[in-house]
Every structure is written in C-alpha cells, then in structure tokens.
C-alpha cells in the first residue's frame, strides 16, 4: 500500500510563507520524480512544480516561480514545498504526487497522489 501524505498547511496573511512537507508512507520514493498541484475552488488541478529524483533539477509554473521553491531530503524520504510571498491567489488544495518521468509536467504523468492539504491566504 503506497501513500503520500502532506502536511503543513493552513492559514496566512498576504506575504507570509508556509513549508508543505510530503511524507510518502509504506514504501521510500526516493527513486521518483515528485511534484507539486494544487487546486483552487472551481479550477482545475494545476501544475506547481517538480523534483527529480536526485534533486539536481527542478521545475516551476510561471505563477510560482521566483516565490515557491521545491526540494526533497532522501535520507528522510520526504519532499518539501517552500512557499514565500504568499497571494490570495495562491489559495488552494496542494496535492503531493509521485512519478516515474521527468519532463511531462502534467497530470497524466503522475501515478501517485496524497489527499491534499489546504492553503488559505488572506489579503
């Protein structure tokens, strides 16, 4: 039984930051791609970001870039998702993900997912 489960979400004002943390339960990830989706009221899951497997390379949605930032410690089994300078807009369910391809940024490409973790930012 495979399971990705985040934590650390929650309530912040405008400029703020949060630290998501993903921690994947009954087997390591360290071998995949893992990524970053979120989801606001009445959108689609949208693209954050993603990780290889090495953590050498990383990749951004325009919207995030330069604010957010992704990151993972192996050792710990976990994936990190750094968010700073925090907007309304950015409101949402993140989702953790996990893949076995990197360069398809999409949601197809992404087996693995966890339940999702509320990000509320107020203006």
């Known amino acids: 039984q495979v399971q990705l489960v985040e934590s650390g979400g929650g309530l912040v004002q405008a400029g703020g930051s949060l630290r998501l943390s993903c921690a994947p339960s009954?087997?390591?990830?360290?071998?995949?791609?893992m990524g970053w989706f979120r989801q606001a009221p009445g959108k689609d899951r949208e693209f954050v970001a993603a990780?290889?497997?090495?953590?050498?390379?990383?990749y951004y949605a325009d919207s995030v870039k330069g604010r957010f930032s992704i990151s993972r410690d192996n050792a710990k089994n976990t994936v990190y998702l750094q968010m700073n300078s925090l907007k309304p807009e950015d409101t949402a369910v993140y989702y953790c993900?996990?893949?076995?391809?990197?360069?398809?940024?999409?949601?197809?490409?992404?087996?693995?997912w966890g339940q999702g973790t509320q990000v509320t930012v107020s203006s």
């Open positions: 009954g087997a390591t990830f360290s071998g995949y791609v």
């Open positions: 990780i290889n497997w090495s953590g050498a390379l990383t």
């Open positions: 993900a996990a893949s076995r391809v990197w360069g398809q940024f999409t949601l197809k490409s992404y087996y693995y």
